[in-house]
């Protein structure tokens, strides 16, 4: 038998795996905020497969939560649709709505019952190793062990077996409908995987770290790269290693288990987010002064080029009056022509008049037009 703390990151892990394979296509689809909202109004179909049932292990609770999240969907593109609301404030309406009737259902008909809104919220990891699985007098482990990892197989065979229709149909709907795809289907299908996903997370995690699974670490390897491959597997790798630091920070500080696996995958995805090779703040930080002074160098040289060989080219390209004409801050003007000298797109007479070269005037009017445009 495992210790209760390795059972804990292995239920933590299976999770986090499971939620980022559709989590992927959720954010590559600009639909991340359905996670959420799915995985709030699933506990509506939840209550009410409970009470045909009156048994909290059927299988039932788990179609009737599917069903739940994929009505979920169907009312929100169905008020979207109507132009009426942006698709952002039709899942502001539509998740309160079904949540809410499913926790005054609890409330009303479900109160001596282990199935309240605190553990479906938040989730506590922590106890999830206490709810074994006993087959024929055995004890063989967590139940939500078990549970987690046939919904991670099943969604691993949804992204073999459909992975060119989910491509497909993420990145150009309208070519998949003309190869014979069927988007919808496509659509439907991922939005009950992410309903029985949440739903199998429930006992062991809670909504709360469902969600952050499913969003944090695909938007932080979207942050990493442009290839869908990599992205599922960067996706895999920021979510192990999240749930994993949670827990033995959760153990360091001696707090929420859960709470500490949302937070880590927070932090990583700031942390990525800062310093992300191509898309990180420092490094759109980076690209965009380097910009700058490569739009004011070309406006510099255009300048020189526009008065060469006239009547004020004393006036408006000496090095001693340009800062007036441009009205550009000294020293910014200062690092600009020493730029241009460097680079021997400029020359400068013993008058002081500024003269630009035949690499210079190549160099402006080549990029001149692309400046104009991206301005």
Known sequence: MLSPQIEIQLIAIVVAVACVIPGVFLI?????????AISHTILLGVVLGFFITHDLTSPLLIIGAALMGTITVYLVELIHKSKLVSEDASIGLIFPFLFSIGVILISMHAEDVHLDTDAVLLGEIAFAPFNRLIIGGRDIGPKGLYIMSSILVLNILYLI????ELKL???DEKLAVVLGFSPIFIHYSLMTLVSITAVGAFDSVGAILVVAFMVGPPATAYLLT???????FLSVGIGILSSVLGYWMAAFFDVAIAGCMALMVGITFLVVFIVA???GLLSIIKIR???KYEYATISFLMHIINHENTHIEEKESSIYTIKDHLRWD???LEE???SAKENKYITINEEGIIKPTLSGKEYALFNYYDFVESV
């Open 330 to 332: 000294k020293t910014f």
């Open 161 to 164: 077996l459909f992975y060119k």
């Open 28 to 36: 590559l689809r600009r639909m991340s905020m359905m996670s959420d």
């Open 226 to 232: 442009d290839d869908l491959k990599k992205m599922i």
């Open 169 to 171: 149909s993420t990145f």
């Open 336 to 338: 600009i022509i020493n």
């Open 289 to 291: 002064k380097k910009q």
């Open 277 to 279: 090779p191509n898309r």
